[in-house]
């Protein structure tokens, strides 16, 4: 199983939504990038390139796609011709990053890359005339003005020009903040905190940390445009996000940089919240349907990334008990159906104990559940029937909240392969997995009786 897939290009007219393109620097955290920013566009509308396909690719396959990812790739701008309305670029302390590096290399299967990793200590590997891939100064590079043939180190001195081509910096020790800065850059909700994939084993993480230990100040000095990147990105990215706290409390003292870094995430988070309900409000008129359904950004907090297997696509819920959906307004005095449809649970337990609040306030649930008769097919069903009052409780938009007694971790026996030569354990901790919401206008006064339940209930949903 592979976590992070490029979708197939799909005809599509250039839509007035912003392009993003994400420039992966390796042993970045790239793949948990990739999954969050596909899985806040359209399915159909990302394409992931590894730089050999990135001399082949077309402009009119690049333009058929508005979220953009390459393993760093110079080709990929060549064949856009334009620069992409966004750039998002991920660096890492240095240290740290170089650890992962040598350790992966080590692993590797591919003898090239473990070859150039295996040129004795930590130390000698850097002073070999062919670990310029050690830096990360060198993909940046390789990114913005020279392809697959650079085979350098760029200067100090040129860095601050190389990362004029990134709109958005930042750093993998700042990851949650770094994604509040996407999202509010991009217009999305607020991001899902807690993502993390690709796990060293702890035997390699334990062996190049004594190894690098020991020659730590000598290595340092051989990293020192590494030094001066992580610096200039951090100073870039504090300042980009003292800017947007800014924008969020406009009323409010201007945020420096400085005191930005003592805003709290999850407070930071209620106010890019706020924000999108707001959005929501403006860009959304009141309706009396609505159909959201995963395979389009799940508009909410408290969602993994996309699935998709055979024409279904969904989300679970996790790692916390609660999750929200946020719809746009729906027009008041009248009454409504909600339906949402689940994949599955992660047990029947987690299932029949779910709840759900509508703008702020808990309402009935009548849950439905069903064999499953196809691979992709929808097991459960949650009906609940909204009153007139409830609808009036809704403030810039509808929110849904559902909550779960628990979340599971139901894949821990799954290996993922999530990059060449990377794998690791599916760990996440779920609860619901979305499929679809429907709204519609309702005539009834109450919500149906479903009694449907299969005999069962020690089996995963």
Known sequence: ???????????????????????????????????????????????????????????????????????????????????????AMLVREPMSRYQSWLEHGRRSSMPEYRQTCDQGSALDVLKAPDSYGARQAHWLVRSFEQGAEYKAVPSIDQLNALLNYVDIPGTVEDIERFKQLVSFRMGWAPPANGWKFNGAPREAVTSAQREIGEEYAAIKEQLAVDFALYEMVQQRFWAAYADMLSALRPDAVPFTPESARNVPIELAQDWLLHRFMAMVAVTEEPTERFVLTASQPVSGTGWWWRNAHDGQSWAWSGPERTSTLILPKLKGG???????????????????????????????????????????????????????????????????????????????????????????????????????LTVRRSTRAAAPVLTLRPGTTSAAA
């Open 334 to 436: 009248q009454a409504y159906e909600l339906t949402i449809d689940f994949m599955g649970a992660a047990n029947w337990q987690v299932w029949e104990g779910s709840t759900a609040d509508v703008n702020g306030r808990p309402v009935a649930v009548v849950r439905e559940r069903t064999s499953r008769t196809s691979p992709s097919s929808c097991t459960c069903r949650m009906h609940i029937h909204l009153t007139p009052a409830d609808v009036a409780r809704q403030g810039d938009a509808t929110s849904v909240t559902l909550t779960v007694p628990q979340t599971v971790q139901l894949f821990a026996h799954v290996v993922n392969e999530d990059s060449r030569d990377t794998f690791n354990r599916d760990t996440r901790a779920v609860g619901l997995a979305f499929n679809k």
């Open 1 to 87: 199983m592979r976590l992070v897939t490029s979708t197939p290009a799909q005809p599509a007219e250039r839509a007035e939504r912003p392009r993003l393109h994400f420039a992966h620097i390796p042993k970045t955290a790239g793949i948990t990038m990739k999954a969050y920013f596909e899985s806040n566009f359209p399915e159909g509308d990302s394409i992931v390139l590894e730089e050999e396909a990135a001399g082949t690719v077309t402009r009119d396959t690049l333009l058929c796609h508005h979220f953009i990812s390459s393993h760093y790739s110079y080709e990929i701008r060549q064949a856009l011709g334009e620069r992409p309305d966004v750039t």
